[in-house]
């Protein structure tokens, strides 16, 4: 979709959109309203809807930031610790490494 073809108040309720529908514990879809909407948010000359289209464009890159930090968190604790965590581990594991003890 080409948004500069796409009025104001359409792109505002696009932006809206895609920001509650991240809520759905969909963090790609946040990271593609920040991206997307960036440059309507922070680059264009200023017009009435571009104040609201900010605060979903930075809230939706903080968003997806956090899931994206809590996700890294996760993996980094997880194989850290795998081994020493024994059968729940291997029962949290979609594939069981061979040549842990």
């Given at each position: 979709?080409d948004?500069?073809?796409?009025?104001?108040?359409?792109?505002l309720?696009?932006?809206?959109?895609?920001?509650k529908?991240g809520?759905a514990?969909?963090?790609?879809?946040?990271?593609?309203n920040?991206?997307?909407?960036?440059?309507?948010?922070?680059?264009?000359?200023?017009?009435?809807?571009?104040?609201?289209?900010?605060?979903?464009v930075?809230c939706?890159?903080?968003?997806?930031?956090?899931?994206?930090?809590?996700?890294?968190?996760?993996?980094?604790?997880?194989?850290?610790?795998?081994?020493?965590?024994?059968?729940?581990?291997?029962?949290?594991?979609?594939?069981?490494?061979?040549?842990m003890?």
């Amino acid at each position: 979709m080409d948004l500069s073809k796409v009025p104001n108040e359409k792109k505002l309720a696009l932006c809206r959109q895609y920001f509650k529908v991240g809520f759905a514990l969909l963090p790609l879809v946040w990271a593609v309203n920040a991206l997307w909407f960036f440059g309507e948010a922070f680059r264009k000359p200023p017009f009435s809807e571009q104040r609201q289209i900010r605060k979903y464009v930075v809230c939706s890159g903080l968003g997806a930031l956090l899931w994206l930090l809590g996700v890294g968190a996760w993996v980094v604790v997880f194989q850290v610790n795998r081994a020493r965590w024994g059968a729940m581990a291997d029962q949290l594991s979609f594939i069981i490494p061979l040549g842990m003890p």
